[in-house]
C-alpha cells in the first residue's frame, strides 16, 4: 500500500514511487479506464513511453507553472540553415626539395644509405621519403580547404573534416560545426542536449504565446499569481476501494485573502485547486461543459480533490483554466459547479471499481478489456424526433410495427399465389401432353393392326419426343410444388407472428 503524501518531487522520484508493487493509478488513466478498459490504460501507457504525447502541454506547464526549471529540462533546437557558400577541397603541392641519392662508402666496398645531405642516412629511399614528409618545414602538402589543416586525399578530407558540409545550426553557420545533411544537423542537437528533452525553436516560439496569453488574462493571470504552489505530487490509497493512486496538482491556493474575480468569488479560506489544460480545440464560449465532458477533467479534478482531502488538505473549489495551442491562444476559465463535481466522483467510483476488480486478478493475467457479453443498443433521445408528421413518435413506432407486418403477409400472399399458379400451369401442360401422347399411341396401334408398319413406326418415335417432354415438365411440377409449400409456410408464420 502507497503512503500518503502531498508535495514537490522530482518526476523520477515521483515515478519511483507511483509505480512501487502495484502501479498508482492517475487522473488520466482513470478517464481511459472509465471509458474504456484497463487493457486500454495499459497499451496506452507502453505507447506512452515510446512517444510524447501531450509535449507541447508539458511545456506549456513548465514555462507557466515552473519557469525556473526550464534550463534544466529543456533544450530549444536552433534552426538549420543551408551555408551560403561551402568552400570546395583543394590541393597543394609542396616545392620540390633535394634529390635523394645512394651514396657509398669511400672504398665503395658498401653502401652508406639513401640521403639528400651527405650527413643523414636511411636504409631505404622510401624510409628517407617518410621521414622528410615528417619533419618538413617548408610548404605543407595534400588536400585542404583553409590551408591550415591537409589531408592526404580528399576521401580523407571529406570523411574527417566538416568544412565542406553544406549544413549548419543557426548561431553557428561562421563558425560550425557544420553537417553534411540536414538530418544530422538535426540530430546533432540531441547530444547536444545532453539528456535534456528537445523542443524546435518554432513549438518555444508558440509555447511563448501562450504564456503571454495566459499572464495577461485578466482572470487567469490572477489566478496563477494567487497560487501558493504549483506542480505538487500527490500520492494516496483509495481506502474504499483498496486502490493506490496518484496524481499531479497542476496549483493549489489556499486562499487566505479570498478571490474576487470576474465570474470567481471564492470566500476567504476556501481552498482551491487548478488544472491548467492546453488544448487544440476552441473554448467557444457555451461549448465549456462539453470540452469538460470529453475530456473527462470532471472525473481527474475529484480524483485530485479526494487526494488533497487523504492527505489532510481538502479542496472546496475546483478550477480549469484552458488556453488554446494555436493563434490567438484564447483563454478561458472554467469553475466546475456542485454537480459535476458530484458526476465526477460518481464516474470515478465505476473507474476504481474496475481497477479493483483487474487488482484482484493473478499477477499474469493479462488485463481485463471490454465485457464479451452482446449488448442491445437504441438510439440517443436527441436523434430521435418528437412528432413523425401528425403522429407522437410512440404512436408512429406501433403503426411502423403494424404496416410492416402487413406488407410482409402481403408479400407473402402474393408469393404463395404466384406459387400456385405456376404449379397449376404446368399441371395444365402435363394434361395436354398426357392426352397427345394417347392419341398417338391409339394411332400407332391401328396403323400397325392395318399393316401399315412403317407409318406406326414413325408414330412411335413422335411419342419419344412427348416422353422427354413430359419428364421435364414433371420436374418443373416437383419444383413449383416446394415453392409452393414454402410460400404457404411463410405466409403462416408472418401471420402467427
Known amino acids: 500500500m502507497i503512503e500518503n503524501y502531498i508535495g514537490k518531487l522530482d518526476d523520477a522520484e515521483y515515478r519511483a514511487r507511483q509505480r512501487g508493487d502495484t502501479p498508482a493509478i492517475g487522473g488520466s488513466g482513470l478517464v481511459l479506464i472509465e471509458r474504456n478498459s484497463p487493457a486500454h490504460h495499459v497499451a496506452n501507457q507502453a505507447s506512452m513511453r515510446e512517444s510524447k504525447p501531450g509535449a507541447f502541454g508539458s511545456l506549456v506547464h513548465c514555462l507557466v507553472l515552473e519557469p525556473e526549471t526550464f534550463a534544466a529540462r529543456y533544450y530549444v533546437r536552433p534552426d538549420v540553415v543551408e551555408r551560403e557558400s561551402v568552400p570546395e577541397p583543394r590541393r597543394v603541392k609542396a616545392a620540390a626539395g633535394p634529390t635523394p641519392y645512394k651514396e657509398d662508402t669511400a672504398d665503395g666496398e658498401r653502401s652508406r644509405g639513401w640521403t639528400v645531405d651527405g650527413v643523414e642516412f636511411y636504409k631505404t629511399k622510401k624510409a628517407l621519403l617518410e621521414a622528410a614528409a615528417e619533419s618538413n618545414s617548408g610548404e605543407p602538402s595534400g588536400w585542404t580547404v583553409d590551408g591550415v589543416e591537409f589531408f592526404k586525399t580528399k576521401k580523407a578530407l571529406l570523411e574527417q573534416s566538416d568544412a565542406c558540409h553544406r549544413w549548419a545550426l543557426v548561431g553557428a553557420v561562421e563558425s560550425g560545426p557544420w553537417y553534411r545533411t540536414r538530418d544530422d544537423a538535426a540530430a546533432a542537437c540531441v547530444e547536444l542536449a545532453g539528456g535534456r528533452e528537445v523542443v524546435s525553436l518554432a513549438d518555444f516560439a508558440r509555447a511563448g504565446d501562450a504564456v503571454d496569453a495566459l499572464t495577461a488574462h485578466p482572470v487567469a493571470g490572477a489566478l496563477l499569481n494567487a497560487c501558493d504552489a504549483f506542480e505538487l505530487s500527490v500520492l494516496w490509497h483509495d481506502v474504499q476501494n483498496g486502490v493506490d ?248 408464420g408472418v401471420r402467427n407472428g
Open 245 to 492: 493512486c496518484s496524481g499531479q496538482l497542476d496549483a493549489y491556493a489556499a486562499n487566505t485573502d479570498g478571490i474576487d474575480l470576474p465570474g470567481v468569488c471564492i470566500e476567504p479560506g476556501r481552498r482551491v485547486g487548478i488544472d491548467l489544460k492546453t488544448t487544440g480545440r476552441l473554448v467557444t464560449p457555451g461549448t465549456e461543459s462539453r470540452i469538460v465532458l470529453d475530456g473527462g477533467h470532471h472525473i481527474q479534478a475529484a480524483h485530485y480533490m479526494d487526494g488533497c482531502e487523504a492527505n489532510g488538505k481538502p479542496l472546496d473549489a475546483w478550477i480549469m483554466i484552458y488556453v488554446e495551442t494555436k493563434a490567438p491562444f484564447g483563454v478561458r476559465v472554467v469553475q466546475l459547479g456542485e454537480t459535476f463535481l458530484a458526476l465526477g466522483r460518481y464516474r470515478r467510483g465505476l473507474a476504481l471499481a474496475k481497477v479493483a476488480a483487474w487488482n484482484a486478478l493473478p499477477a499474469d493475467a493479462d488485463p481485463p478489456s471490454y465485457e464479451p457479453a452482446c449488448v442491445t443498443v437504441e438510439p440517443p433521445a436527441r436523434a430521435v424526433p418528437d412528432v413523425v408528421g401528425d403522429a407522437d413518435w410512440s404512436d408512429w413506432m406501433e403503426s411502423s410495427k403494424t404496416s410492416a407486418r402487413e406488407a410482409a403477409i402481403q408479400a407473402a400472399r402474393d408469393e404463395h399465389a404466384a406459387a400456385e399458379d405456376d404449379t397449376s400451369r404446368i399441371e395444365g401442360a402435363l394434361t395436354a401432353l398426357f392426352d397427345g401422347r394417347a392419341q398417338m399411341a391409339r394411332r400407332a396401334v391401328e396403323l400397325a393392326n392395318d399393316g401399315e408398319y412403317s407409318a406406326a413406326l414413325a408414330a412411335s418415335d413422335g411419342m419419344i419426343g412427348v416422353d422427354d417432354k413430359i419428364a421435364a415438365l414433371r420436374h418443373e411440377h416437383a419444383t413449383a410444388e416446394i415453392r409452393t409449400a414454402k410460400a404457404w409456410a411463410a405466409l403462416q
